[in-house]
């Protein structure tokens, strides 16, 4: 194994050498999305140069070669979630879709009038809405598990909710606000003992920790190419081949069918039933690339790497006076969220922005998490692979300079 060297990981990566008003690009936004690297960049150009064609229709040549390609990101993908089968292996356009997916199926199949719904205070909108938008339909009552005060689940209290009412648990490995790193295994293991289903929301965690969907024992799990350095407009939905099959189709078009009359349609066989329409092609083909350029670096050395960053970083925030971190759960990862006293997160964020920090501010699409701490939204730096400790000091000095200036 070579050694992990940070250094040569920025080569691969073309966008961090630009500046930003005038100062080199220090990119700690990586949990709206990450930036790509030349191996993915270069896979982009070669499929508009090479291969672009409609997958799954045509038999000339380079429909052939798109439709191959495309499904290599799928062979990829069972592997590096070890999931059992290929075809539980959906191709969405990212998080938000395969959840609505999820949740709309599953809906529609198994949830009736008076049937519970849990999810948690942490959860993005994405885990949120279309659940409100499916009890509405259904009948069906969402609970919330609260937090403590350093964004760890009440475990307590997510037990006494779970009863044979409850026919779906909905919750964040990684909290995209907070960093919290939820004990998934666990939660899994008392909802199955109350015949609930689990979905969890990877978009957070697939890019920094390696996952096992089958040690997981999860029903669903979802995630983003574009967060994994990978492009935008694909994502997952790894389903259980019983769900997946018991589960009425999302949308209705071209690729699910096996074969329609006006009379009746019947559908394909899995995952292509759950695949309407031309998909993100480009997308598709060349997120294979962004899971061969993790895998070669690996997540255990990322994982490391990223670690020592968000410690370092969580040390240096904590010396400025009168900052305070919203998130201290004993498990985090590569996300560190802050506020200064007396300072609005947008006017710290505008700061940065003219020092080249890139950084979010606001509630990251995560209101309610933020009401229960009374704020109105947090800084944000999140962390990637090709951060490094000047990317930190960087920030800290901003933060710095944002202090004396605001207050
Ligand atoms: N869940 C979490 C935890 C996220 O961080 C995000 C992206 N911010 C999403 C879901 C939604 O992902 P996407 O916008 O790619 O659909």
């Known amino acids: 194994l070579e050694r992990f060297d940070v250094n040569n990981v920025r080569k691969d990566f073309p966008i961090l050498t630009r500046t930003v008003n005038g100062k080199p690009l220090v990119y700690l936004d990586n949990g709206a999305t990450t930036q790509k690297p030349r191996q993915v960049i270069d896979a ?3 499929y508009y140069t ?42 969405t356009k990212g998080t938000t879709e395969s959840i609505n997916l999820v949740a709309t199926c599953y809906g529609k199949a198994f949830l009736h009038a008076g049937d519970e719904i849990i999810i948690s205070t942490m959860e993005h909108h994405s885990n949120i809405v279309p659940w409100q938008i499916v009890c509405e339909e259904r009948g069906a009552v969402l609970k919330v598990v609260p937090i403590n005060e350093a964004g760890e689940l009440d475990m307590a209290a997510y037990r ?3 009863s044979d009412r409850t026919k779906m648990v909905a919750i964040t490995y990684v909290s ?32 920094h920790l390696p996952i096992d969907v089958q040690a997981l024992d999860v029903d669903f799990l979802v995630f983003s190419g574009h967060k994994m350095y990978g492009p935008t407009g694909i994502g997952i939905l790894y389903g259980k081949e019983k769900w997946l099959n018991a589960m009425p189709p999302y949308q209705g078009g071209g690729e699910m069918i096996k074969e329609v009359t006006f009379a009746k349609t019947t559908y394909n066989e899995l995952p292509f039933k759950y695949e309407a329409g031309t998909p993100n092609i480009e997308a598709g083909i060349c997120l294979a690339h962004a899971i061969d350029y993790i895998q ?13 960053l968000l410690e370092y970083a969580t040390r240096r925030l904590l010396e400025i006076p009168g900052l305070r971190i919203i998130g ?32 979010r501010t606001g509630h990251h699409c995560t209101q309610p998490l933020m009401d229960r701490y009374g704020i109105p939204g947090t800084v944000r730096a999140s962390i990637a692979v090709y951060n490094t400790t000047e990317d930190i000091d960087a920030l800290i000095a901003g933060v710095e300079r944002a202090a004396a200036m605001l207050r």
Do not use: C, W
């Open 328 to 359: 201290t759960a004993k498990e985090k990862s590569s996300v560190v969220s802050f506020l200064l006293d007396g300072v609005h997160p947008y006017d710290v964020g505008v700061i940065l922005d003219k020092l080249g920090v890139a950084v």
């Open 50 to 91: 090479q291969l672009n064609s409609n997958v799954h229709r045509g038999v000339h040549h380079l429909s052939q070669l798109a439709t191959d390609a495309f499904e290599v990101t799928r062979r990829k993908l069972k592997p590096f979630i070890n999931a059992a089968h290929e075809h539980e292996i959906v191709l």
């Open 44 to 46: 982009i150009a070669h």
């Open 176 to 207: 995209n606000a907070l960093g919290t790193v939820n004990p998934v295994k666990e939660i899994i293991d008392l909802a199955h003992a109350s015949g609930a289903a689990v979905l969890v929301d990877a978009a957070q965690a697939i890019q």
């Open 160 to 162: 006494s909710m779970l």
């Open 296 to 308: 070669e670096i690996g997540l255990d050395q990322i994982a490391r790497h990223e670690h020592e």
